[in-house]
């Protein structure tokens, strides 16, 4: 499991994503193929960016819930 949650990194991660849906160049979309690329592209830079900035928290039976 994943956890960036009311951190500095989850702050990171949503300006970065935000700049990177910012840059996306829908010009060249003319059809159902370049759409799925650009898509394609988009959803390969999110998990880049979200393993950037997030960590891997371990959750067991002895973790305490908060």
Known sequence: MYNCQNSNEEKLFIEELI???KSVNTSNISNIK???I???NLAYSMKRIW???S???N???HSKSW
Do not use: A, D, H, W
């Open 19 to 21: 700049g990177v849906i």
């Open 55 to 57: 960590k891997i928290v």
């Open 59 to 61: 959750i067991t039976r």
């Open 34 to 36: 370049s759409l799925e």
């Open 51 to 53: 393993k950037r900035y």
């Open 38 to 40: 650009g898509i394609l």
